[in-house]
């Protein structure tokens, strides 16, 4: 979300510190190989549409989201104590912050919530794997250094009519919630628009990822406790199972999620930790009709596949551009630079997600092309 995922140089972001004296000045490894990593942040982010799902029988889409803030901004809270990081400074930063906390978490976490009320969840994780599609065409408008190429237009055409294949469009989008659809597509709407408001705020600021995350989703929380109350009333009671849901979606899908993204991009890079954009809604589409029980035609696989074959496009980059040596050891994973990431988005916090599923400043990596948040 979180991501959270278009592709021309910009401001970095502060210059790490150099490596020393005797070391190899590679990035630190994690306490487990990265493609267990990988394949966790792929599973939680994939997942985080069952949660909503399941979250949503017992409490209200506000209240869901209300909750997985809550619980997402606990994590990183412990995560700030921990590494004695202290929130980012000056009015200006919070200003943009609390931009960036409406279009990356409140609104796409709320709208996500809202249409699984009516459409299934697997819908829900397949219109998630739009964002890149829909970042393509806002950084052509919005960013001029972002340049079309053929191939780019071709993975954005292809990715569009994947949509309607999933949304069974010769049908006549019969048996289809057209509200509910709606809104999951505005909440992939809604990451791009973020990320690239991001990029054009945020690129300078020397406040730490962590930090900028933290303070994002704080002030998404606020947001969801000022709306929530005026739209719902108190739960008479706290189902267990939904309660459940909504705490792993908040501290799994949320909090852990953009930590461990943190350590994805800074081990392996920003081109092979956003790979796991793809394996969202595939996850997410077994989960469904697996956990769930929801119905799967022929349309929803085949559609989601042309919509990652789109989105894969149009991240593609003429002759490599950008990408940098390769290792000299086979088996190690391509490295890039934290600090000048080839997209140009500030590795700030965190898209759930992200991604989608990312949904934070960090989440914001795979471009105003990829997340995965939810």
């Known amino acids: 979300m979180s991501t959270a995922s278009a592709a021309s140089p910009s401001p970095s972001a502060p210059p790490t510190a150099p490596p020393p004296a005797g070391t190899s000045g590679r990035p630190p490894r994690g306490p487990l190989p990265w493609r267990i990593r990988f394949a966790f942040l792929s599973l939680i982010w994939g997942f985080s ?18 909750g997985r803030l809550v619980f997402g901004t606990a994590v990183l809270a412990v ?20 931009v960036a906390a409406f279009f990356l978490n409140a609104l796409p976490f ?60 010769w049908q006549g989008f019969h048996g289809l919630d057209a509200r509910g659809t709606a809104m999951a597509l505005l909440a992939s709407l809604s990451y791009p628009v973020g990320w690239i ?3 054009r705020t945020l690129a300078g600021s020397t406040a ?26 108190a739960p008479d009671h ?32 920003p081109t092979t930790a956003q790979m796991v954009t793809y394996f969202v809604p595939i996850i997410a589409t077994a989960a469904g009709v697996a956990v769930l029980g929801e119905r799967l035609t022929w349309s929803t696989p ?43 988005i500030p590795k700030h ?11 934070t400043l960090a989440a914001a990596e795979p471009a105003p092309a990829a997340r995965a948040q939810t």
């Open 238 to 269: 706290f189902a267990l199972v939904p309660l459940l849901a909504v705490a792993a979606l908040g501290a799994l899908g949320t909090g852990l999620a953009m930590l461990v993204q943190y350590g994805l991009v800074a081990e392996v890079g």
């Open 197 to 199: 408001y991001v990029r």
């Open 110 to 169: 709320s709208l996500f919530a809202y249409s699984e009320l009516t459409i299934p969840s697997t819908l829900a994780g397949i219109c998630n794997a739009t964002s890149p599609l829909w970042g393509m065409a806002l950084s052509l408008v919005a960013l001029s250094e972002d340049r079309p190429t053929r191939l780019r237009c071709a993975g954005l055409g292809l990715g569009f009519l994947g949509v309607l294949t999933v949304l069974g469009a």
């Open 302 to 344: 085949v559609g989601a596949v042309v919509v990652l074959a789109g989105a894969a496009l149009t991240q593609a980059r003429p002759g490599g551009r950008g990408r940098p040596a390769r290792s000299a050891a086979a088996h190690e994973p391509e490295r890039e630079p934290v600090h000048e990431p080839e997209d140009g």
């Open 349 to 359: 916090g965190i898209p759930e997600h992200g991604t989608p599923e990312r949904g």
């Open 79 to 98: 995560a700030m104590a921990v590494k004695r990081e202290r929130l980012p400074r000056g009015a200006r930063t919070w200003a943009h912050l609390t």
């Open 49 to 66: 549409f069952l949660f909503m799902k399941v979250g949503t029988d017992g409490f209200a889409p506000f209240q869901v989201t209300l």
């Open 208 to 233: 730490s990822h962590l930090s900028l995350t933290g303070g994002q989703l704080l002030l998404a929380t606020v947001q969801l406790a000022v709306v929530t109350p005026v739209f719902t009333s």
